[in-house]
């Protein structure tokens, strides 16, 4: 089935520091991936949708220079929270689908941020 | 727009039994589709099963089954013979032909398999 794969699993970091997260699709293309994030005990909250080759799509309320969005092949895109503080602590999670309607997303294992 | 409402927040249920896990959803659009994934306190998300806004059948993928009433605009999800590795969050979720592949999250649900 498909696989999608995110990068690194858990970061724990100084205030004020960059921080980027990988996710990469192994064994399809992938147009189209997503990014989320998710407070603890609730739900999946859209940040955006990321497009190869071309600007990612922001949810409302998504600061666009705080969580830059790079979509530079079918296979890998790359969210870096900037500048990161603590309240930017959460766990992000990224997906992928093969498109089709009825096709599930294929989500990474999720990264946990924690910032000091 | 989409919703999708899943108003257990927390479920138990007996090891070996049945368990139903709700889940209501209101969209205008006819074409879509209904998927349940399961989070265990790990954190990946796993895709447990789809029904298709105009499948006639309800899904079944093992001892997970959908229950899909379309005029309610439900879609429960039922596991059979519990295990207690199925205890985890289970969240409904909702995408539209047209819609971008976007999916919409339900609350979730905490399910805890007791011995």
């Known amino acids: 089935g498909a696989v999608v794969s995110q990068h690194p699993s858990r970061v724990i970091c100084k205030s004020g520091t960059s921080v980027k997260i990988e996710c990469r699709s192994l064994?399809?293309?992938?147009?189209?991936m997503f990014w989320y994030r998710q407070f603890p005990k609730q739900s999946l909250m859209l940040m955006a949708t990321s497009n190869e080759g071309s600007k990612a799509t922001y949810e409302q309320g998504v600061e666009k220079d705080k969580f830059l969005i790079n979509h530079a092949s079918l296979t890998l895109s790359t969210l870096t929270v900037t500048s990161a503080h603590p309240e930017d602590s959460s766990f992000y999670i990224c997906?992928?689908?093969?498109?089709?309607?009825?096709?599930?997303?294929?989500f990474g294992d999720g990264t946990r941020l924690s910032i000091l | 727009a989409q919703k999708i409402t899943q108003t257990q927040p927390g479920m138990f249920v007996q090891e070996k039994e049945a368990v139903t896990l709700d889940c209501t959803y209101d969209?205008?659009?006819?074409?879509?589709?209904l998927f349940w994934y399961k989070q265990p306190s790990s954190g990946e998300m796993i895709f447990l099963i789809y029904q298709g806004s105009y499948d006639e059948q309800n899904a079944t993928e093992g001892r997970y089954s959908l229950n899909f009433q379309k005029a309610r605009k439900s879609a429960n999800l039922v596991i059979s013979a519990s295990q207690l590795g199925d205890s985890a969050m289970y969240f409904c979720?909702?995408?539209?032909?047209?819609?971008?592949?976007?999916?919409?999250f339900g609350t979730g649900t905490q399910l805890k398999v007791e011995l």
């Open positions: 064994d399809f293309q992938a147009t189209t």
């Open positions: 979720a909702m995408k539209v032909t047209g819609g971008g592949n976007k999916l919409t």
């Open positions: 969209t205008s659009d006819q074409s879509y589709g």
């Open positions: 997906s992928a689908s093969l498109g089709h309607p009825n096709q599930p997303q294929h």
